[in-house]
């Protein structure tokens, strides 16, 4: 149960924050503004997934926001421009992101070269790519994929769950279920406890790393996937950051840099703090650019030393 | 610990200078080869002109956030918040010099020591609360932009003090300040790191955290230290790059730089797992990148796709750098996997 | 001189605030990137104070995924108007459909947007990018008399002003044989970025370099530095022409050093409101509001600096 | 004899500036325990790294059952059927007990683990060697010795023909050992071929078939076990007359109670950890802490090192009260720590045995005033004479080091120090029967300058020979002590194993 415990600090963390803010602005325990939170952070959360499993992994991957990227515009443009069926260019764009993942994990493995730079070599590629596919935004006609786009589920009064925040939940029930009741998942574990330790009791390391790194490019490019459904567009310039923002809720969920240690449920807490600061802060709306970005470090600041101490609480005696 | 795979993400020893002079040698050769008039120097009004010239001028605030970062990434950590220190730095000096009638000695030390003191706040949330380095420092990296434009009232604002201009623009012995500014930053660093423990201290504390809290070593002080030492290096980087526009940018100065910063120092031999360090190569990390970044202005890459090419820079490199793949291609290597 | 839909742009109102309950108006900001930026930002501010209007405002840190969230919100809190500067122009389709089902009228300034229903929106208020490349390239033309050598400054990628500005420019040199762009890089915006492209361009072109057209006037004062420092003089040996037209521009232009600059006014705030005002009240009104762009040159700089507002 | 199951044949390795093995020949039967002896860096470790794929071989050749070997990794070795204990503990210690004997052969259905199942193998594994473990218990926070066990748990669990166990008793006591055993000999007459590598002499003649001996990684012969007396074994290993090794001398019996107490701990405890506890060392005086595995000592030793803050009771040194709540506070009042986790506690892996030895010496002396590098080399001459450090030079990283002679770099940063008072966590671990005797002498004679030890070991003999006076624990509580005379074997065991 101990192990659990920065995973319940987070979700404390959340809850208090929630109540706060439920309690400074109007309408802000709404069902609409939950459902929101999850259809607007629905491609930050499954990115966050993704590197969940690469931080749990003692890597990093930089790339996630470009290929996020990159994804959305070969879609658009596939669709658009050259008339694919969505149904064609989706699953497409899936492989891509795979693939280019994989041969990352490759590098990383094989080479043995830091994921911080194999990475951000992605990231500088991918961001390449998506302008070279269009150095513009474009948005995406098509009966077929405006009627995926009109897919929800009502859950409450005016709230309603969008097709991309249905595809996060799958996917985090997935990945939590892959994490924990998987070999894959298992040995993702120990390569980020001690890398060197499971290589020397036999676990396939070489094989599971590359493999991390291809899902995490497949949990890029679905989110990219989702991020036109949720906007019906794609855009190149789209997701600067999101490697930081995605990493950040990771963090914040209680899993560890240095690898071994952390939950994919806990990043779920992490997404839906980060959006719900983003949240309030739209609902107060009385900050300046500079008061704004300085509120948003505070708050950051604040909840992650709350979450601290709440899992320090019941620390083992030897760290 | 007799196995040599204890740390497979040990690159290379940290050392080695030998392969990023490398990748820089070979940039320039193509520059040599393909980009006219890359190496043309000449005098003007007694100092040196030219592209190579820039490249140490333009690259000065790189190599000073990456002496900054080598240490901070000995340590095991990292600092992402250099880019928005820098603004600070910038805005303070640009507030300072347009507002008050301080001179350039009061300011710049002011400057200096508030980066600084926001330096030891990372090191202060990484090293007392336990956050971890990247998300400890992007709380500032976010905060420390806003401050910056607070500072500033979110305008450019430009100045004309000479002592500012001369900073990132004059000249000294033939070649920019900046120059002398970095040399002179590294060899303070240098020193202080091999003359005194303080080296021993941040390389152990990064090799192994315990072990050396276990020795009296204080981990904390030391963490304190090297955050601080990285917001001083980032607030000199904000004052050069202030002083070159002649202006506090304060939204847009230094973004990304700490990426670069990043790619510098870890091309420059010193593993983001923390441990052994090197000072010279962080500098020759960061006029690789300053060199090819040139380098695609002047050869015309369309700037959409310029990331491509440093994309495909930075693997050459990393490549160069593996023992494994030079023991692939060159064969003559022989089997020796790596230790 | 304006046609019937481009207005410039007019000064704050000074209209007491109506007794009624007060507006609630969300203000979906791109960002703090530039002086233009923060220029009609205040703008937008001072206009809603001046009004009595309560404005929610948020800054998207240039982010598109920002400002739909912003947009969301808006709604989910249920403010009566929303004023949204869209980064791009596509992609807005699903949250305007929101916003139009939860009534709440939106109005869009500086850009437009591309959506399959002009119903989404009430109205746009906006500069013409395109439009204002073309007149720099043809203010260029006509100085150079149709020879030239440029170095484009180009704006952040994919941004739309970059875009349409490098379209505009380069539409305006159609016609011209002699001019020719020899190299054109990103500056980013920035004034950092117009510098250190300029002073490496200048160093491989030499002195086959007689012009300068950089998408936003920061790069611009960033090229001028440039320049000088590789003894050339800026305004004079190279010509320069820019587009926003802020205040450091105008004092480059009375100093001599910047040439030309295309007014894109960011003082949207009055426009804003008046539309907000009439979007809700259903009154009739244009679905498209362009500000004239207006150029200006040194010989005009002198005499309206002191009016400049940004 | 039949042909051996495995074969090794010119075996050589070489680490830049190390020859590690050179042509060494070594014959592993089905059905035997194999000793592989040797002095610390004789390249026992990297044997078996070789024959594990951990290292390619640069010359000769290896057979397993008349097919050529050619193991790239662990995972090759393990599927040719080895399985193989490293003297490290190579386990991952952020997962749990159970989870790390069953990495990689987790019990499944539909590829979906069966946590269920895989906890009731995990515990079959446990019970076999005897022990009784919370299972879902993260291994980090386990003592040195519950990991070394259920590493041990793990290698016996994989289906193997040969099981490589290389120092697995370096810090179990003897009832785990002789658990060990008993599954060892059960091993054996199933007809594993078991390697066995220790340093201590009588488990050697107690457990195994046959002895193989190298020295300075070359091989000295092949030997069966009842034709080599002890001390033709250490003959072997040290290459010359082995001399008074056994120095019997107890030291001199302190008339303790004339001497001044250093350190005095009263109701010194921590919730969670240890029960409040009184404790007193005096000058020239070895206090040794007996008890079972996990019954606290190493919890004991960090309370008074302040590594973990005590939450009851107070410590003195010299009679004044003192708060030592952290490491560098208890260094400066002259105390000094041994860690039983070299590996994560000890040795900081890629510096130099330079920088390892006087870590400690100049963390004291703070960052300014270096220590001048001729007093640097000075030190690490002498120490890598006293203790016969086996190193190229002093700038080798430590983690080149074979495991013993990393321990005695440790021993040495503390003993650089001039500590009063040095607290010794299982010091002997890894080392071998040479340099236990340098290490004891040494610490005899410091002991004889006013120096106090607190000594903690798994081999009672040890504490038997060592102490002058035994804390003995169990339960994470301090159940009693005894001085002088009354220390024997048999009261401290009977102590340990509560009847009073
Ligand atoms: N990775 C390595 N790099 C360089 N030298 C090494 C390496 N591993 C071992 N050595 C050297 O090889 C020699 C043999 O080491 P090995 O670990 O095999 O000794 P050992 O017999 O196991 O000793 P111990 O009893 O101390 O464990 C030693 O001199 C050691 O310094
Ligand atoms: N059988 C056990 N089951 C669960 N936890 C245990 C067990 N034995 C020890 N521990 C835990 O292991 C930790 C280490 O105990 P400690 O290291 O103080 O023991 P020790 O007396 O030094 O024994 P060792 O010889 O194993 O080093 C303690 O937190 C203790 O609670
Ligand atoms: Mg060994
Ligand atoms: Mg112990």
Redesign the pocket.
């Given at each position: 149960m101990r192990r659990f415990i920065p995973v319940f600090a987070t979700f404390a963390v959340l809850i208090a924050l929630f109540a706060t803010a439920s309690g400074m602005y109007e309408r802000f325990f709404t069902a609409r503004v939950i459902a929101n939170l999850f259809s607007d952070n629905a491609f930050l959360g499954i990115t966050a997934i993704g590197m969940t499993f690469v931080i749990l992994s003692g890597g990093i991957d930089l790339s996630v926001g470009a290929v996020l990227a990159f994804t959305m515009t070969f879609i658009a443009s596939m669709i658009t421009d050259h008339s694919w069926h969505p149904l064609v260019a989706i699953p497409t764009a899936l492989i891509i992101g795979t693939v280019f993942g994989g041969t990352m994990g490759f590098l990383i493995q094989r080479y043995e070269l830091p994921p911080f730079l194999v990475t951000l070599a992605g990231m500088f590629f991918a961001r390449g790519m998506a302008f070279m596919v269009s150095s513009e935004s474009i948005s995406i006609e098509h009966d077929f994929y405006t009627a995926l786009q009109d897919l929800k589920i009502v859950v409450g009064p005016k709230a309603k769950l969008k097709i991309g925040a249905v595809i996060f939940l799958a996917v985090l029930a997935l990945a939590i279920f892959v994490a924990h009741w998987t070999p894959f998942g298992r040995n993702i574990y120990a390569i980020g406890g001690n890398e060197s330790s499971a290589r020397l009791m036999g676990l396939p390391v070489a094989s599971t790393k590359m493999l991390i790194y291809a899902l995490n490019g497949f949990c890029s490019a679905l989110a990219g996937a989702v991020a036109t459904l949720y906007m019906g567009s794609g855009n190149p310039a789209m997701g600067v950051g999101l490697e930081l923002d995605a990493i950040a809720a990771v963090v914040i969920g209680g899993t560890l840099l240095t690898g071994g240690v952390g939950f994919v449920a806990g990043t779920l807490g992490g997404v839906l703090i980060f959006g719900t600061i983003q949240s309030a802060l739209i609902f107060d709306g009385r900050l300046n650019s500079w008061w704004l970005r300085i509120a948003i470090s505070v708050l950051l600041l604040i909840f992650i030393l709350l979450q601290r101490q709440l899992s320090r609480f019941t620390k083992t005696?030897?760290t | 610990m007799n196995d040599p795979m204890a740390k497979p993400k040990e690159w290379f020893q940290g050392g080695s200078l030998v392969w990023p002079l490398l990748g820089l040698v070979a940039l320039l050769a193509y520059d040599f080869l393909f980009v006219d008039g890359f190496f043309r120097l000449e005098v003007r009004d007694g100092h040196l002109y030219g592209t190579l010239v820039d490249i140490l001028n333009q690259g000065s605030k790189t190599m000073l956030l990456a002496l900054g970062m080598t240490l901070v990434i000995a340590t095991g950590g990292v600092d992402l918040s250099v880019g928005s220190l820098m603004a600070i730095s910038g805005a303070l000096v640009a507030v300072l010099v347009t507002q008050t009638e301080m001179s350039l000695a009061m300011i710049v030390p002011i400057a200096l020591a508030a980066t600084a003191l926001l330096g030891a706040f990372n090191g202060v949330l990484v090293s007392v609360a336990g956050i971890q380095p990247i998300v400890a420092t992007l709380i500032l990296m976010v905060g420390g932009r806003g401050i910056a434009m607070l500072i500033t009232g979110g305008q450019i604002v430009t100045f004309e003090h000479a002592g500012m201009v001369y900073i990132g623009n004059g000249h000294f012995l033939g070649l920019p300040f900046t120059v002398t500014l970095v040399l002179v930053m590294l060899l303070v660093t240098s020193l202080l790191m091999r003359k005194t423990a303080c080296g021993l201290f941040v390389e152990a504390v990064g090799d192994n955290e315990t072990a050396s809290r276990f020795s009296g070593v204080s981990t904390r002080s030391v963490k304190l230290a090297v955050y601080g030492f990285s917001g001083i290096c980032a607030g000199l980087a904000g004052l050069i790059a202030a002083s070159n526009i002649k202006a506090a940018d304060s939204s847009r100065v230094g973004e990304m730089m700490e990426l670069d910063a990043i790619f510098a120092v870890v091309v420059g031999g010193t593993a983001l797992t923390g441990g052994r360090f090197n000072l010279l190569g962080s500098i020759i990390g960061a006029l690789l990148i300053q060199t090819l970044t040139t380098t695609m202005i002047t050869q015309g890459v369309p700037p959409a796709i310029a990331p491509v090419p440093k994309a495909i820079v930075i693997v050459a490199v990393c490549l160069l750098q593996s023992e494994k793949f030079r023991a692939e291609i060159g064969g003559r290597f022989g089997r020796r996997a790596s230790a | 001189k304006p046609e019937s839909t481009t207005t410039t742009a007019p000064a704050p109102s000074k209209a007491a605030p109506t007794g009624e309950s007060t507006l609630v108006v969300g203000f979906a900001q791109v960002g703090a990137e530039s002086s233009w930026r923060t220029a009609e930002t205040q703008s937008i501010k001072e206009e809603a104070a001046e009004r009595g209007v309560e404005l929610k405002f948020s800054d998207a840190q240039g982010k598109q995924e920002n400002q739909i969230k912003a947009v969301n919100g808006f709604i989910a809190q249920g403010v009566d108007a929303i004023i949204l500067a869209p980064v791009v122009e596509t992609g807005w389709e699903q949250v305007l459909k929101d916003a139009k089902d939860a009534e709440i009228p939106v109005i869009l300034v500086d850009r437009g947007l591309k959506v399959s229903d002009d119903s989404l929106y009430a109205t746009l208020i906006a500069s013409d990018f395109v439009a204002e490349g073309r007149m720099a390239g043809e203010w260029l033309a006509k100085k150079t008399e149709g020879k030239a050598s440029i170095i484009e400054l180009q704006g952040t990628p994919g941004s739309a002003p970059a875009i349409d500005r490098k379209k505009g420019f380069a539409d305006a040199l159609k016609e011209h044989e002699g001019m020719k762009i020899i190299a054109s890089q990103s500056g980013d915006f920035r004034r950092s970025g117009g510098k250190e492209v300029t002073e490496a361009l200048l160093k491989v072109h030499g002195d086959k370099v007689t012009a300068i057209y950089a998408h936003n006037d920061d790069m611009a004062l960033g090229a001028i530095q440039a320049i000088e420092e590789a003894g050339k003089k800026p305004g004079t040996d190279i010509l320069i022409v820019s587009i926003d037209g802020v205040r450091g521009a105008f004092e480059a232009m009375v100093k001599g050093t910047l040439n030309c600059t295309v007014e894109c006014s960011p003082l949207l705030g009055p426009l804003a409101f008046d539309a907000v005002e009439k979007a809700i009240a259903l009154d009739e009104q244009p679905k498209k509001t362009i500000v004239e762009d207006q150029v200006f040159d040194q010989s005009m700089a002198e005499a309206v600096i002191d009016s400049r507002r940004y | 004899m039949a042909d051996a199951l495995l074969a090794l044949r010119e075996i050589r390795k070489e680490f830049p500036g190390v020859v590690a093995l050179d042509k060494v020949d070594f014959n592993l039967h089905a059905g035997e325990v194999h000793a592989v002896m040797g002095e610390n860096g004789a390249g026992k470790s990297t044997l078996i790294k070789v024959i594990t794929g951990v290292y390619p071989r640069d010359a000769g050749s290896m057979e397993l059952d008349g097919k050529s070997l050619h193991p790239r990794s662990t995972l090759e070795a393990e599927a040719a059927g080895i399985s193989t204990v490293y003297q490290e503990v190579n386990l991952v210690g952020t997962l749990s007990v159970a989870e790390n004997i069953l990495l990689g052969r987790q019990p499944r259905k539909f590829g979906i683990i069966r946590w269920d199942e895989t906890r009731r193998l995990a515990e079959k594994a446990l019970a076999r060697l005897g022990l009784?473990?919370?299972l879902s218990?993260q291994l980090d926070?386990?003592?040195?010795?519950?990991q070394q066990m259920v590493a041990i748990a793990r290698a016996l669990d994989i289906n193997a023909r040969v099981l490589i166990l290389d120092e697995p008793t370096s810090?179990l006591?003897e009832q785990e050992t002789a658990a060990l055993f008993k599954v060892m000999r059960q091993l054996r007459d199933e007809g594993l071929a078991i390697l066995f590598v220790t340093h201590f002499l009588d488990q050697v003649h107690e457990i195994s078939d046959r002895i193989t001996v190298l020295r300075n990684g070359a091989l000295v012969g092949e030997y069966k076990t009842v034709e080599l007396t002890r001390m033709q074994l250490i003959g072997k290993m040290l290459g010359r007359e082995p001399e008074a090794l056994q120095d019997k001398s107890t030291g001199s019996k302190w008339a303790a109670e004339t001497r001044d107490e250093i350190l005095r701990g009263e109701g010194i405890g921590r919730k969670g950890?240890v029960h409040p506890l009184d404790l007193s060392v005096r000058r020239g005086e070895v206090v040794g802490l007996g008890?079972l595995?996990?019954?606290?000592?190493?919890?004991?030793a960090r309370l008074l090192f302040g590594i973990d803050a005590p939450d009851s009771g107070r410590v003195q040194i010299d009679g004044q009260a003192k708060s030592l709540n952290h490491p560098r506070k208890a260094i400066a009042n002259g105390l000094a720590f041994c860690s039983?986790d070299r590996k994560g506690e000890g040795i900081i892996p890629n510096l130099s045995l330079r920088e390892n030895l006087i870590l400690a010496m100049q963390a004291s002396r703070g960052p300014v005033r270096l220590l001048p590098s001729a007093e640097q080399e000075q030190l690490c001459a002498h120490y890598i004479d006293a203790l016969n450090i086996k190193t190229p030079n002093a700038a080798t990283p430590i983690c080149n080091l074979s495991g013993g002679n990393q321990q005695k770099v440790l021993l040495a940063r503390w003993l650089a120090m001039q500590p009063r008072l040095i607290i010794l966590d299982?010091p002997a671990r890894g080392i071998d029967v040479g340099a236990k005797a340098e290490i004891e002498k040494l610490v005899r004679s410091l002991r004889e300058k006013g120096m106090a030890v607190v000594f903690?070991s798994?081999e009672l003999e040890e504490v038997v020979h060592t102490c002058d006076r035994v804390a003995v624990?169990r339960d994470?509580r301090k159940v009693g002590e005894l001085s002088g005379e009354e220390i024997t074997e048999q009261r401290i065991m009977d102590l340990m194993a509560h009847h009073e």
């Open positions: 005696s030897r | - | - | 009784e473990l919370d218990r926070s386990c003592s040195m010795a519950i810090s006591d950890s008890g595995l996990g019954s606290g000592r190493t919890e004991t039983e299982e903690i798994s624990m994470r």
